[in-house]
């Protein structure tokens, strides 16, 4: 029930338009370009919206992808939205960094894997929003387990939930959702059909996000 949209900031390897299922954008006019808009009214804006042919790499450096970003901020026509949600790439790069220093954020999410090796690079990127007054909501772990067919029991593919819970702990952010490897969410993205996902394990998190706009 809210405006919604995704900015996909993810220029070397944008994967938003086929989860969504969406293949151009709605046009352009004297105003700006104009969104792609999902069968669920989420509005979506990516590279591969503007490429011949989707599986045509970028090959660009830093200061040109962070550049494409920040016009997917000033020369998209969003309109009156809710909430405008920003996937970013892996890392400490120029996109997040660009994004950290032009648009003005109300918070992030940490995206994790369960790898310790993983984790450590997380601690970069929340050290970089620290240094650059992003605040940080909490954190999502990815690929948390796999549930077991027959019997429905939590199996852990990298390590225990004390690793995360310590590195949790350490970082000074909530946990707010662990996924499970779930084939039929794998599925559902792949023939673009992500709004129709459901994954109650991401409740806490769609809350968290929805406090700011109380806060």
Not at 16 to 25: H, I, K, S, Y
Not at 80 to 105: A, E, K, N, R, S
Request: hydrophobic share 45%; glycine share 8%.
């Amino acid at each position: 029930g809210k405006r919604t949209a995704v900015l996909d900031a993810d220029i070397t390897g944008p994967s938003a338009p086929t989860a969504f299922g969406v293949t151009e954008c709605q046009g352009a006019n004297e105003d700006g370009l104009y969104p792609a808009l999902t069968r669920g009214g989420i509005q979506v804006m990516s590279i591969n919206l503007l490429l011949e042919h989707d599986d045509q790499p970028v090959v660009w450096r830093g200061p040109v992808l962070a550049g494409a970003v920040t016009q997917f901020w000033t020369d998209v026509v969003w309109g009156d939205l809710d909430y405008l949600f920003i996937d970013m790439p892996p890392g400490t790069g120029d996109v997040p960094l660009t994004i950290y220093q032009t648009i003005p954020l109300d918070g992030g999410v940490i995206v994790s894997t369960p790898q310790t090796l993983v984790q450590m690079v997380v601690e970069k990127a929340r050290k970089m929003a620290e240094m650059l007054n992003v605040p940080l909501i909490g954190m999502v772990e990815n690929m948390s387990c796999v549930l077991c067919p027959d019997c429905g029991k939590h199996i852990p593919l990298f390590g225990d939930q004390a690793q995360l819970e310590q590195a949790a702990q350490e970082m000074g952010l909530p946990i707010l959702a662990q996924l499970p490897l779930n084939p039929s969410i794998a599925r559902l993205c792949d023939e673009g059909e992500i709004e129709r996902v459901v994954c109650e394990e991401l409740d806490p998190a769609a809350d968290a996000v929805e406090a700011l706009l109380r806060s």
